[in-house]
């Protein structure tokens, strides 16, 4: 007995190491790693601590309003709001104030809740958590039944997206869930995000240009329907756009309208999925092959100028009877002239113009197109909703903004800037349980998010993360009006750019109003050279 407890130390502590460090040293012989070779035991610890980095300094090194995509202050404010419906905070902001910045410019006197026009006279079954202690290393909560008010606009107050089709969108809210594709994340995902959208009310859910899984119409929440380049979805067997199936689409009670994806802030070379990702339920709903990688093109390939574009916009109102839009992002303010010049002369205008900033995210893209193309989201929205007003069609569209917005005081930047309403992406997913582990693209995603695998989706339940979902919307919207009734005004569809000041390096403040004024509109559109070559096309 006693001989083989010795041997089985000697194998544990002797042997067994002594195997591990010949197998390194062989191993360190690869040429692809030098400092392995020159150092291989040194080395193969520097490659341990380079791989523990990003979570060593996400949980103990960044501060708490450093790193990104988000700080570790605006990752627990959304955390607190979707469990606690709450996102108090104690003794004061971690801001820094000396740095130039927006902000909010509150009235004198604000108004009481009573004199706000909001729709809380219903209320509805809602559940959050409760902390009943909060130790060391140990938080003992529980979940609880309440009731809540949904903060919704009154129907006079409602935002109507294409007020001409046959079926108009109306919205009671100003916050949805931003493009997410069936295949970037999973099944469970779209379950609790579009749930937790049709329990608040006044809010919705993008499909993302991976087309419509039956989770997206199971859910019961407002869908928005995106079409990008690939047209998956959207395609016949050649892979080619197919009316035929955008019809079918369009008899869905539950898709509202559709958004034509021309740019996204992280990626404007066209969308990518992971072979790893493509399953037979992602490649059925895609019409592509299983496990094979997917880049879709950086533009529609049948659409090569403004007039073209249009034309296929009114066909697709025509057919469907929906709202139809676009998506996309601003390299510079004097690029879009052609475009909004195209709608006047044709006097077709996209129902709404979804502007997504350069800082938008991705499961996956190339660092130097999610670092360095196309502009922020804030200038990018000054430069449409101005050029909506110099060429006199602000009337005949709605704006939506989506980059970063992830709390009501910078959701209420946006509307004040000219927005109608706000996408969120990553706010959901950090809703879901995201904890920024950035591993969208490896189809491993430790909270189940970003993931279709059904292991990995277990970790993340939608009966319990569709309340938290609920939770995030309300308090975002109760936030909107609180931060409006600060400013005097009884809804948030009142936000102006005389609400929204800027305070340089040097500590002068000034209204955005001022800073940047809404243009008067011009009287004439000169006739380019492209109306004069578009009239001999044949766009069918």
Known sequence: ML?????????????????????????????????????????????LLEKMGPELRQYWFDSDNGSGPFSRADFLGIVFSAKYRSDLLSFGSKRDFEKPGYYIANGLFPLLNEELRVDNQEKIHAMKYKIDHEGLFTRREHIEKDEVTRWLFPEEDAIVVGPERDFPWRLCGQFGASATSYGAVGEHYILST????????GSWINTGEGGIAPEHLESGADVVAQIGPGLFGFRDLDGNFSLAEFKLKALEPNVKAFELKFGQGAKIRGGHLEGSKVTPKVASIRKVPVGQTINSPNRFPFLHNSYETLQFIQTLQAEGGKPVGIKIVVGYHSNLDEFFEAMNQLQIYPDFITVDGGEGGTGATFKSMADSMGLP??????????KAWQFGVRDKLKIFASGKLISADKIAIALGIGADAVNSARGFMIANGCIMAMQC????????????????????VPEEKQWRVMNYIINVRQGLYALGAACGIDTPRKF?????????????????????????????????????EAENLDVG
């Open 3 to 47: 001989l083989t407890v010795l041997l089985i130390l000697l194998a544990v502590f002797i042997v067994g190491p002594l195997c591990l460090f010949i197998w390194l040293h062989f191993v360190a012989k690869k040429p692809q790693h030098s400092i392995i070779r020159a150092h291989p035991y040194l080395g193969w610890m520097r490659y």
């Open 194 to 201: 579009g749930r937790g959208s049709s329990m608040a009310g």
């Open 377 to 386: 989201l804030y200038p990018a929205l000054v430069a449409v909703v101005d």
């Open 441 to 460: 693209h490896t189809g491993k995603c430790p909270a189940g998010v970003t993931t279709t695998d059904p292991k990995y989706q277990e970790a993340l």
């Open 496 to 532: 102006t750019r005389d609400h929204i000041v800027f305070k340089t390096e040097d500590g002068q403040v000034k209204r955005l109003s001022d800073l940047f004024p809404l243009p008067g509109t011009l009287e004439e559109f000169p006739k380019r050279q492209l109306f004069a």
